[in-house]
């Protein structure tokens, strides 16, 4: 029998995708099949990207090279070397040169100093994985065809016959890895064929065969229709119903379920997807009950017992989230598995009503990317638009509208420094150009949206939106029910400190005039250290509980919320303000010159809820009372807080009560999200100091989880500065 194998077959599961074994003889090789493609871009060139694009994706699925690994209970490798990824990639090129010319010409230098960007986006969706998982693609189909007979509008045409072809080359391309595995034989490729069989015919009826669906669906618009698809939604909700029927019927035992998700979750780790493949646990069902249930348990100790950094897990946290398994979780982060952020399911529902969607739609929400979340199968939310450089809007007033980055003029035009007599003054200018910003930043997104058509459509993507379906219209081209844009305001922290700074040393304390600050920033502080002293710990900072910060903070959010959200964008949606800055926070800050809270030029800004690094001096509660003092109801983009605890201070069960009331807490004070790091004093600098002892050093960063020594070194210094803060 093939059951409990998994420890026996899992290292050379391992590089199934970076070193694959191709059967050169299932299709054509990568340069026949760009070919193809390239010869297909001609032959359809006048019917339009959406119908080139699917014969492209209907091409791949019917002539890649598949790979099949007997020890396998996924099969899903095709041979394609992302050729319709580069080709989509030339459309934007062109389209950029083209169309948007004019208007990126206008803006080349504010998006060169980085004050604000604006682009496509692509790379952040979720299908409607509960009509995938009730219907399969063989119900998806059906479904287009009776909506191609009601629907005679030509482009609704186009579109059914687009999502119709698509979904036919997914089901002929399952009916292909089948009959591959049989013809690979053994009694597990036998079984996984059978499986694999029911995918042609229906929708899955057993739970390995809805969870081939959830992995084959993943690799079908993600790898091949290219739109990267960031959730495989909340797979306890998702696969229970088979489990319950697999277990009842006597098909699986508990073991094997686990051996299942064993495998599920190495071919995940196996994949290597740039920012993990996330999916989500718990939140709360339609009635507004807990949704957790047996198989939410598996999952997570399965997972934990895995100790791998990828997948990574969105909890969905609620009052009546058990608190059995939220200790759990917080035990293995605890022990350094620290995939894990918990989500604010109250929140983010109330975020999604007051952006404008139905009350059913948001509670029944997914978490895509880091944090950011949608309602599933009805937003396409694009959550990684634009941004706003928050610390770079305080720069250029300082400097009248110019950007020493540049050398030249940016945004608005300000009077000197000098004519500045109060700070409520000088706030109101850079809230002006923070409007500015914004404002262009949704300009920007709105130009590309309205050319869409150009860069990419996703028939696939969209048969599984009812709206999509009734309309006739592709999801990126206003079929969604919500086909909602994102503008992410950066740095909160940064530019936080920075005007507290300047209230205080300059409009309070009368140690500096403002422009004797502006030229001491364009010179790096230079010749100024005794001052910089002062503004780094004598001026309020964001982060320690402090109202003279937090109130700006609080403030800041809120103005931002007030410009973004509710903006009509360029698809018949409107604008959702985020908060998180991921990883940006260092290009950015190579692009900031030196700001008012002591920072120098060119170093790191503040990274998403979080105090600028080490400035949170008061302890954590501190930093979570500063960080919920901000209204994330105005957050429907979501955003997250980082927090570091010493080991000590999350040692035995008092230590865990002591995590678990932290996290409590941070959630009934109207949180958003909140991911932990848990470290042992000395650890990070010993791992940087001999990485090959510590190859599986976890660190939750930014929104996703990775090794400690794949870090760059300044990450792992900004991180060892952080954490030894709490020392």
Known sequence: ????????????????????????????????????????????????????????????????????????????????????????????????????????????????????????????????????????LVGLRTRIRAAREKNTAEDAQTFYACA????????????????????????????????????????????????????????????????????????????????KADIEAGRLTEDNVRELFSYYFWKCYSMKVNANVPFY??????????????????????????????PKIHVLYHKDFPADLAKKILASIRDGKSSFV?????????????????????????????????????????????????????????????DPYVGGKVGCTFADASTYTDFDAFYTAVKTQIRYFCERAMQLVSAFEENYDRMTTAPLLSSTYLEC???????????????????????????????????????????????????????????????????LHHCPKYGNNDPAADEIAKDLCAYVASVINHHK???????????????????????????????????MLSKNMCAMTAMDREGVTALISSATTIDYKNVPNGTVLDVMLQSSAAEGEAGLCAMHGLLATFMQKGGFAIQFNVFAPGILRAAQREPERYANLQVRLCGWNVYFNELTKPEQDDLIRQFEAYA
């Not at 939140?283 to 507004?288: H, I, L, Q, V």
């Not at 604010?344 to 952006?355: F, M």
């Not at 379906?469 to 994102?486: H, M, P, T």
């Open 164 to 243: 119709e072809e698509t979904l036919t080359a997914c089901i002929d391309c399952i009916a292909r890895l089948a009959a591959a595995c049989r013809q690979t034989g053994g009694e597990k490729m036998e079984y996984v064929a059978d499986s694999l069989d029911i995918l042609t015919r229906g929708a899955p009826t057993t739970l390995l065969s809805a969870m081939q669906l959830s992995l084959l669906y993943y690799m079908f618009q993600f790898r091949i229709e290219v739109v990267n698809l960031r959730s495989l939604g909340g797979l306890d909700r998702l696969f229970y119903p088979f489990y």
């Open 1 to 136: 029998m093939f059951w409990n194998q998994f420890e026996n077959d899992r290292d050379a599961l391992r590089t199934q995708y970076s070193e694959p074994h191709w059967d050169e003889t299932s299709g054509l090789s990568p340069k026949d099949l760009q070919e193809k493609l390239l010869q297909i871009e001609k032959d359809y060139a006048d019917k339009g990207r959406m119908v080139t694009k699917s014969k492209m994706v209907c091409a791949v699925l019917e002539n890649a090279q598949l790979a099949i690994d007997p020890r396998d209970f996924f099969p899903d490798l095709l041979n394609h070397d992302d050729i319709i990824g580069r080709i989509r990639g030339r459309w934007i090129r062109q389209t950029r040169k083209t169309e948007l010319y004019d208007l990126l010409t206008a803006c080349a230098d504010e998006q060169e100093g980085l004050c604000y960007t604006g682009n496509c986006d692509f790379g952040h969706t979720s299908p409607d994985w509960d009509a995938v998982m009730r219907l399969g």
């Open 281 to 310: 646990i718990g939140g709360r069902k339609a009635d507004g009950t807990d949704a957790v249930n047996d198989l939410t348990y598996l999952i997570a100790d399965t997972y934990i017992a895995l100790d791998v950094d990828d």
């Open 342 to 402: 918990f989500i604010n399911s109250e929140v983010v529902e109330e975020a999604l009503i007051k952006l404008g969607e139905d009350p059913a739609d948001a509670r029944n929400f997914t978490v895509i990317g880091c944090y950011e979340p949608c309602a599933l199968g009805k937003e396409v939310p694009c959550t990684c638009n634009g941004r706003v450089n928050l610390a770079k809007a305080i720069e250029t007033v300082l400097n009248g509208g110019d």
């Open 569 to 603: 964008n360029g698809r018949g949606g409107v604008f959702r303000l985020g908060l998180f800055t991921i990883d940006w926070r260092i290009v950015f800050g190579e692009r900031t010159g030196a700001t008012a809270d002591g920072r120098r030029a060119g170093e």
């Open 469 to 535: 379906v009734e309309r006739g219209q592709d999801a990126y081209l206003g079929g969604a029910k919500y086909n909602n844009s994102s503008i992410n305001a950066l740095f909160i922290a940064s530019a936080t400190d920075a005007l507290c700074a300047i209230r205080k040393l300059v409009f309070e304390d009368k140690k500096i005039t403002l422009p004797a600050l502006r030229d001491l920033l364009k010179n790096n502080w230079e010749g100024g250290e005794a001052l910089r002293f002062e503004a």
